[in-house]
Each structure stands twice: as C-alpha cells, then as structure tokens.
Nanobody, 123 residues
Framework: VQLQASGGGLVQAGDSLRLSCAAS????????MGWFRQAPGKEREFVAA????????NYADSVKGRFTISRDNAKSTGYLQMNSLKFEDTAVYYC?????????????????WGQGTQVTVSS
C-alpha cells in the first residue's frame, strides 16, 4: 500500500490542524494505521494508532485529549485531528500502515510509510 501524508503547516500555539493520510494500491480497510513524528535531533516517536477494524485506538500520553485519530475506509484515508497544538508538537509527521494491525504503537511493527508532512507550531 502507498501512503501520502498531507495537511501540515505553520500554526500558532493553541491552533488546530488536521493531517490526512491517503492510501492507494491495496484495500485500506485491511490495514491498521499509525501516526508517528520526528523532531530534529530526536528519534521517531509514536503519536496515535487505529486498528484495521477501526474499533481500537492508542495515543501517546503527550497527545491524549488533544489529538484524535480516525479513518474513512470509503475514502481510503486516515486522519489525525490535532487541537490545542503546542510548540513541542513541532515535528515531521508520518503515517504508517500494517496489514490487520491492531493500533500498534511500535515503529518497526509497521510495514508501509508515507513521506511525512511538516508541522511547525510557533510559541
């Protein structure tokens, strides 16, 4: 499956953004999806994930209550709604997919990755 992340940008602290991850090439509904991020000089870290059936989700503690992951299988697209953005949310955000994934939180459990979209939050 090919993934294309989009929706990043430059915003102020407290603003919102919605990232999209468009999938193609395979049946999207059979893939669990995750969002990860990588800030300069840091390792890639887990942000949020949703299971292939859509019923299960996981969030990093740092984004709980602010970010919401969702999916629209009819559009073969996953989303990450980010509210109350903070300076420390600044990073390149990547979407990833795993066949029949169940909201996995570990980076190397994902087989497919998008190219990343930059999110910059000014304080």
């Amino acid at each position: 499956v090919q993934l294309q992340a989009s929706g990043g940008g430059l915003v102020q602290a407290g603003d919102s953004l919605r990232l999209s991850c468009a999938a193609s090439g395979r049946t999207f509904s059979r893939y669990g999806m995750g969002w990860f991020r990588q800030a300069p000089g840091k390792e890639r870290e887990f942000v949020a994930a949703i299971g292939w059936s859509g019923g299960g989700t996981n969030y990093a503690d740092s984004v709980k209550g602010r970010f919401t992951i969702s999916r629209d299988n009819a559009k073969s697209t996953g989303y990450l709604q980010m509210n109350s953005l903070k300076f420390e949310d600044t990073a390149v955000y990547y979407c990833a997919a795993r066949a029949y994934g169940s909201a996995n939180i570990v980076t190397n459990e994902y087989d497919y990755w998008g190219q990343g979209t930059q999110v910059t939050v000014s304080s």
